[in-house]
């Protein structure tokens, strides 16, 4: 490849980030190299085609993008997913361990837990409700 063939440094410059992002996203994508010529005809017709091959890239980048975040918005759904539900179970296991222990039991494990650790209800005398999480999504 000759840069001699191309009429300015920035159509030397628009080439080399075109081949750059295409061969790039192409082999990120596993799709082949797509190979675009510049148009030195004319001048007028040398910016259409700079302008078009910057167009081009900037699709290419919008593409692997969008396709990039559409991948981690579903890995995060399903993190959510598995979270909300080992929460849930958790809840559980711990209402099932509440309503089994004895009251002696729960008084000499709350008096090992750090203040911080305590509800607000059982700090205030039951003044203040704890806020409760219903489970929904927030995606």
């Known amino acids: 490849m000759s840069t001699e063939l191309y009429q300015s440094a920035m159509e030397v410059a628009v080439y080399q980030l075109h081949n750059f992002s295409i061969s790039f996203f192409s082999s990120l994508l596993g799709g082949d190299v797509v190979s675009v010529k510049l148009d030195n005809s004319a001048s007028g017709a040398s910016v259409v085609a700079i302008d078009n091959k910057i167009e081009q890239a900037m699709d290419l980048v919008k593409n692997h993008l969008m396709y990039a975040v559409r991948e981690e918005v579903e890995i995060l ?15 559980r296991e711990n209402s099932l ?43």
Do not use: D
Not at 77 to 91: D, G
Not at 105 to 126: H, N, Y
């Open 97 to 139: 361990l509440k309503t089994l222990a004895s009251p002696e039991q729960l008084e000499k494990f709350q008096s090992r837990l750090p203040a911080e650790v305590l509800p607000a209800e059982e700090l205030t005398g039951g003044a203040a409700a704890p806020a409760q999480h219903t489970g929904g999504s927030a995606v």
């Open 77 to 91: 759904k399903e993190q959510i997913k598995e979270l909300v539900e080992k929460n849930s179970q958790l809840e």
